[in-house]
């Protein structure tokens, strides 16, 4: 059923080969190696000659063939395999004519290779989805192979690691999926037994449907609670450390290092606003953190990175799918964890994932936080990794749930609509397709005019809607104070003012009033679209002639704006699905005119 299958052993580093051949126990049948120039590496004899043959599993015929020299103490070899996309192939590795000296590989497949990384709704398994047990049923795909790793911390790095499945690759089919958890399932929580990823399976099929002669293989390593920082070797971390948390850090490369004598807050702000354009936008400076961090110390980061994205190093990757933050949303109480250090660390683990895997340009997509969490951590997560070249995000800002619809609580089962956005994205990022819409709305520019003597204020916003035209609000998931797109009275509250300049208290936050009313003019398809909301006399008033405006800004939003006629976070599961996407959170500093 599941193939040949080897016998597992605990992660650890390979030693010097003294009784012949051996690969990294992922490396088996069933797999996918990347098409187009594929690694294979493993261990022999000093000096060894390793001959790697690959051929058509069908009809026996010669395809490629590649030849290596096991060198160093440890005798570790590589190979380079360029094939293209071939669905079925048998590999045969040989080094020398003794024992253990020869290795087979069946049911091989060259096609693209996905790296499925984060924490625990990355490892949210595919059948506690919504309607998960139908869709485990209907999983059949001889083309969609899946790896899924044990969560595995080390100290240093490891060569091997073992799968958390009862196979090692495998294709997939109901049998190769974990059953569904049972709601009195004591362990449904921890996902230890569980796999596939189901945001990763979800966007491997949608990918699949756009390439449907690509066999594609989704390899899953994710840990339930992981903070950024244990996917983080230490040099990686210091990377991450900028001026303003105490370091010299560049952020991936995003910033200069400090120069000696001048002080962090001179240097870099924490977090940065987006910019407004031609419309006065600012820096949005958030509060300077002290320069203790990382929590737990340099030495002590970087576990789960060891133990399950090293031995994959020498792997030829199409790109990394991630799904984490909630770890780090841990506000302004934790400076070491929160979104300030977190704009910093993101993008310095890309790049540092990208130096180490050798692929400077590997796409990285990864997925905004879920309703629930903080806007200000959603934003470091774009800010940060938008620093970035061949960066892209979907978004999960209205995929929450309401308390009955959790299997498993705070882990919102609305993954096959995230899946389908994140392969919009693969789709246009990594496969330069022509998609209709792999990205919601998105605010072009803003403009606050008030009226005298402290009347109504009125924000326009102005947006980008993408193919899909026709701008329109519906409730998100989970909400209970919902909206729907055929409102007479739109809804406002995802419109709000701050007066940048009013004094916080200490240890408050600063006053969000929410617009009273609004007025949306959709737009055409692939033309802009407007916003006019209104926050009623008395409510705001400007105290230096500016305004901090936001939108979609809310930790968890119950009223969202979409692209796509009637689209909504349950599109997916629409009798004819009609699909948009949710409209890109916004927050920035204009000057307010006066009307």
Known sequence: ????????????????????LKLPSFLSDNMVLQRGGAALWGWAPAGATIRVAVRDSHTGTPLTDATAVAEGD??????????????????????GNGANSTATLRNVAFGDVYLCGGQSNMEYPMADVFNGAEEREASFNPMLRMLNFQDISTPSSSSDCPSKAPYIWAASAPATISPRSAASDPDKGGFADKYPSAVCWFAARGI????????????????????????????????????SLGGNGTCGGTLKPARAGIAAAETVNVLDGYDNDDNGAVTIQESEADSTCPRNGIAKSGGYFNGMIAPLLPMRLTAVLWYQGEANDVGKADACAGPAFYKCLFPAMIQYWRDEFKHPNLPFIYCLLAGGHSAVLREAQAVGAGALERTMFASAVDLSAATNEYLVAGHPPRKQELGRRVALVARRLVYNQTVVDDQGPRVLSAAVAQAAAGGATTVTLTFDVGTNGQLHQNGTGGCTACCNASDVFKRADYVGLVDPDRVVPAGGAPVVTKATTVKINGGTAGGAATVVAVVAAGGWNATKGRAEVQFLFDNHPECALYNGILSGPDSYYAATPHYGIVAQSWRGIVSVSEE
């Open 74 to 95: 440890d005798g570790r070899w590589t190979a380079t395999l360029k094939l293209t996309a071939t669905p079925n192939t048998t590999i045969t590795v040989t080094s």
């Open 1 to 20: 059923m599941f193939g040949l299958v080897f016998v597992l052993s605990a992660c650890s580093q390979a030693s010097a080969s003294s009784v012949g």
């Open 208 to 243: 699949l449907e756009a390439n449907p002669g690509v066999a594609l293989g989704i390899i899953t390593a994710a840990k339930s609670g992981s903070a950024i920082e244990c996917w983080m070797p230490p040099a990686a971390i210091t990377d991450g450390i900028p001026p």
